[in-house]
Nanobody, 123 residues
Framework: VQLQASGGGLVQAGGSLRLSCAAS????????IGWFRQAPGKEREGISC???????YHEAPVRGRFTISRDSAGNTVWLHMNSLVPEDTATYFC??????????????????WGQGTQVTVSS
């Protein structure tokens, strides 16, 4: 199983980025997908998740600014990030877990992880 996050970069505060997560080795559309981030010197935190049925959840720090979605074929999950602030600077990771009743942003629930993509927000 391989997951790949991409789309990171350098953006000014107030700007937007869209991250993508793709996978091989599993039927991606049947899995719940989570986005996590790790800022320098901080622990990794879960920020958003989407269930196989399309239900979504966002943690408070990103709620109203970030949107998680997946394409109709279920092959790609996106994290649309708007109104970015310097505090959003982090390495962003996507992860996959076999579906449960609701998606989760709890890190240890996820067995499959991709390499991260760096997001840097300048002030």
């Amino acid at each position: 199983v391989q997951l790949q996050a991409s789309g990171g970069g350098l953006v000014q505060a107030g700007g937007s980025l869209r991250l993508s997560c793709a996978a091989s080795g599993l039927t991606f559309r049947t899995y719940d997908i989570g986005w996590f981030r790790q800022a320098p010197g901080k622990e990794r935190e879960g920020i958003s998740c989407i269930s196989s049925d399309g239900s979504t959840y966002h943690e408070a720090p990103v709620r109203g600014r970030f949107t998680i979605s997946r394409d109709s074929a279920g092959n790609t999950v996106w994290l649309h990030m708007n109104s970015l602030v310097p505090e959003d600077t982090a390495t962003y990771f996507c992860a996959a877990v076999f579906p449960r009743s609701t998606c989760t942003t709890v890190e240890y629930e996820y067995p499959y992880w991709g390499q991260g993509t760096q997001v840097t927000v300048s002030s």
